[in-house]
């Protein structure tokens, strides 16, 4: 439908310029004299240049955008060249080129200047510039050129969409942090530590046969000279601190802090030596097994960079509904909101000697309500870890937990 009314509409336009030109022709005809005769020839140039505008093909228009780089973290700025290109040299009074954004860039149209008026004239080739300010998370496509051209009367217009695809990552912002293990326990995981596996020579659990690496005062002397081999202790070991991260998607004000912090504390758990899994319930469960190292940071920040809060349940239920995946040694829980629920479920959890400690993300300079600070101290009485994290001050977040 919208094809046919463009066509009609450009057939009306054509038939409207050939009507001032019968026009004008006719007046020059019937009444003679100077002045319609110049009426006529001052419009006949644009008529025929509008003529030869409404032939003149967009379609041979090329369009190149290039970026500085494709991979940013929010806040950033993204800086655009759009290189337009054509064959012929036909002269265009007026070129308006704009930037097709995706839809979550839109909101960032009027602050940004996505669209410019150029004067190309008979140039084959012309470079615009601009730049988006404040990049949001997400992935962001840039499929199409907007050009827009027409003669100085505004008798014939052309437009035509070039197709550029495109695309940038715009990972979630974090802030550098020194994480510190919450606690050191046995056979439970809780020590973030560069090495992967250590041993406590004070814990003798057992004997074994001596392997290449063991020291020397390991030996068990008396189970080697009933054996007539040497044997050596074996020791209780403790592990690596692994960390489970569960993150709330539940539709909520603060959930870009939420993400920004998810990020932070993943980063900061990767670069301390330990491993970490993680598990979001948006519209979609993803959750991702406990690893280390770059490559594991690097697909959890690109989930985060398109998670959305479109949880259908809350997090309570989600601890309920993924309790058997979630009884890691140390559970952290980041939530904007402290519920009843929440606690009970994630009480659950401690019952079985895990550690649970729950991240409770506020706006700057916010503080707890008077329920949120009763369920609190319900939540300490449980053996629940709460901590209240503020926007912009993460970093005090483990010298807040190394205190308590």
């Known amino acids: 439908m919208r094809s046919i009314l463009s066509v009609l509409k450009k057939v009306w336009k054509l038939i409207v310029l050939f009507l001032l030109i019968g026009i004008t022709f006719s007046y020059a005809m019937f009444q003679g004299g100077f002045v319609s005769w110049f009426l006529f020839y001052s419009f006949l140039p644009f008529a025929i240049y509008a003529l030869s505008l409404s032939f003149y093909p967009l379609t041979h228009f090329q369009a190149v955008r290039v970026f500085q780089k494709t991979e940013f973290n929010a806040g950033e700025t993204l800086k655009v060249s759009i290189t337009i290109s054509r064959k012929s040299v036909f002269p265009l009074f007026f070129l308006v080129i704009e930037d097709c954004l995706s839809d979550q860039l839109l909101l960032l149209q009027e602050r940004n200047k996505t669209k410019a008026f150029l004067f190309p004239g008979f140039q084959k080739e012309i470079t615009w510039e601009y730049q988006v300010n404040d990049l949001q998370r997400g992935e962001h496509f840039f499929q199409y050129v907007r050009l827009k051209s027409g003669d100085p009367l505004g008798l014939i217009e052309k437009e035509i969409l070039v197709q550029t695809d495109n695309k940038i990552i715009v990972y979630p912002a974090y802030e550098e942090l020194i994480y510190r293990p919450l606690e050191n326990h046995f056979d439970q995981g809780m020590t973030a530590s560069k090495e992967r596996v250590q041993r406590d020579t004070s814990m003798a659990i057992g004997i074994r046969e001596y392997q290449p690496g063991d020291r020397f005062s390991w030996i068990n002397w008396k ?182």
């Open 223 to 404: 189970a080697t000279a009933k054996r007539n081999e040497i044997m050596t202790k074996e020791f209780e070991q403790r592990q690596s601190h692994d960390v489970y991260i569960l993150m709330d998607c539940a539709p909520n004000s603060r959930f870009e802090t939420i993400v920004s912090f998810s990020a932070s504390i993943i980063r900061a758990i990767l670069q301390k030596g330990a491993q970490v899994g993680f598990l979001s319930s948006a519209s979609e469960r993803v959750a991702f097994p406990i690893r280390g190292g770059e490559g594991q940071q690097l697909q959890l920040f690109y989930h985060l960079a398109k998670v959305k809060d479109n949880s259908p349940v809350s997090i309570d239920r989600v601890l309920e509904v993924e309790g058997f995946l979630l009884q890691q040694n140390n559970l952290m829980v980041v939530t904007g909101q402290l519920t009843r629920s929440l606690i009970e479920k994630a009480g659950l959890l401690t019952s079985k000697n895990n550690a649970v400690t729950i991240f409770i993300l506020k706006n700057e300079a916010e503080i707890l309500s008077q329920n949120e600070l009763a369920l609190m101290s319900a939540a300490n009485s449980r053996g629940l870890r709460i901590v209240l994290v503020h926007k912009g001050d993460f970093k005090a977040v483990f010298s807040e937990v190394a205190r308590r």
